[in-house]
């Protein structure tokens, strides 16, 4: 059973930086790419990264696009997510989740599941 763990979220003032983890168990990271979403209150999920555990290749949403870095250890199992130049819009709660298929052929609405539980980041101005 695929099981993700996000950890790595907290409080951040405007413009600084968090990283956040993503572990997972349960499954072999090559044959899985990795997602990281997110979803503040009031609003829908929205899907901002990708890395595929086979080629390390990824992709990224323009709203993140330049600021977040995604990156994996698949030593360690683990997937993270480097959040940089923060703004209070990226106020939510990020989850990571798997798909078997290849980042490039992937829709963030559609091909994720085994979520995380989520870690809270909050960004204050």
């Known amino acids: 059973e695929v099981q993700l763990v996000e950890s790595g979220g907290g409080l951040v003032q405007a413009g600084g930086s968090l990283r956040l983890s993503c572990a997972g168990s349960?499954?072999?990271?090559?044959?899985?790419?990795i997602g990281w979403f997110r979803q503040a209150p009031g609003k829908e999920r929205e899907g901002l990264s990708c890395?595929?555990?086979?080629?390390?290749?990824?992709k990224y949403a323009d709203s993140v696009k330049g600021r977040f870095v995604v990156s994996s250890d698949n030593a360690k199992n683990t997937v993270y997510l480097q959040m940089n130049s923060l703004k209070p819009e990226d106020t939510a709660v990020y989850y990571c989740?798997?798909?078997?298929?290849?980042?490039?052929?992937?829709?963030?609405?559609?091909?994720?599941?085994?979520w995380g539980q989520g870690t809270q980041v909050t960004v204050s101005s």
């Open positions: 890395i595929s555990g086979s080629d390390g290749s990824t």
């Open positions: 989740a798997a798909t078997l298929l290849i980042c490039r052929y992937t829709d963030y609405a559609l091909d994720f599941g085994s």
């Open positions: 349960g499954f072999t990271f090559e044959d899985y790419s």
